[in-house]
């Protein structure tokens, strides 16, 4: 089944390949009726998107996708990050919240690049700030390996950025908590996005049992929607996932967390996917 819906896109506001007007445009031509733009911790397509969504007679629905780092959630400490989405939120409120956090994470990427120069290594400046500013902590991983300090990026994480001297440097982020709670501070719904997949440097897949395991530190936050039927993900987990969300009672949502690579609708057979999600946004 094909759905009209898609609730986790990302432009090149963050890590996406398409502008925002380049992804409204082929969401229409799909037959895509209620979207999301969900960048990585900023909300500057929104408004473009909720503009053109007028334009084509299609329901746009305000998103973000938050970074959080995990605080022994199934065991994993701070250098694991997991992404939290926000939809249906104030605008303004969220401007705010993400000031916050922008600022508290430019301070901590600044320290590390200081704490590295300072123990030896001879890292560019001009190779990891854009704009006065240090986007990620991979920026930096990037230049470990152009410096040769690592053979690839995730050398670069596990032996150095990752290690004991480095890693509370990571701790920049919201937790998952926090991040849940910030959202809905915002007057927006919590969506824990992409159930078996986290970041470390890498991806990094979790096992099933972790999946149960951490579905219950969630539901304690108070989170309110699961990323169920997800582009990337098997029939199998879709079907785990809707079971768990059933389970937990809440709500399901659908997604591509589309890049530039990946289809911008979400279409499997023997699948029927319903709009209640939307019905509790719009």
């Not at 380049?22 to 911790?41: C, M, P, Q, R």
């Not at 001879?122 to 053979?151: F, Q, S, W």
């Not at 951490?214 to 039927?229: F, K, M, P, Q, R």
Request: charged fraction near 25%; charge should be negative; glycine fraction near 8%.
């Amino acid at each position: 089944m094909k759905s009209n819906i898609n609730l986790h896109i990302h432009t090149t506001y963050s890590d996406g390949k398409n502008t925002v007007a380049e992804i409204v445009d082929g969401l229409k031509n799909a037959g895509i009726k209620y979207f999301s733009i969900t960048d990585h911790d900023y909300i500057y397509g929104n408004i473009e998107a909720a503009e053109l969504a007028v334009k084509y007679d299609m329901k746009y629905i305000n998103g973000v996708e938050l970074s959080c780092c995990f605080d022994g959630e199934i065991g994993f400490d701070a250098t694991y990050v997991c992404h939290i989405i926000g939809l249906a939120f104030n605008y303004e409120k969220m401007s705010e919240e993400l000031k916050k956090i922008s600022a508290a994470k430019d301070a901590k990427m600044t320290e590390l690049f200081d704490e590295l120069v300072k123990n030896g290594l001879k890292l560019d400046e001009n190779n990891v700030y854009t704009n006065g500013r240090i986007p990620e902590r991979i920026t930096i991983g990037y230049e470990l390996v152009n410096k040769g300090y690592a053979k690839d990026i995730n050398e670069a994480f596990l032996n150095i950025l990752n290690s004991d001297k480095y890693r509370k440097f990571a701790q920049y982020l919201p937790s998952i908590k926090q991040a849940i709670k910030i959202i809905q501070s915002c007057n927006g719904i919590a969506v824990w996005a992409h159930p078996f997949g986290y970041a470390r440097g890498g991806k990094k897949d979790i096992t099933y049992e972790q999946v149960e395991e951490l579905a219950a530190n969630i539901l304690s936050y108070g989170i309110d929607a699961i990323e169920v039927y997800y582009q990337e993900y098997s029939i199998e987990k879709i079907n785990y996932l809707e079971q768990l969300a059933n389970k937990m009672n809440k709500l399901k949502s659908i997604a591509t967390d589309y890049h530039g690579i990946t289809q911008l609708w979400f279409e499997k057979d023997g699948l029927v996917v319903d709009e209640g999600i939307v019905k509790s946004v719009i």
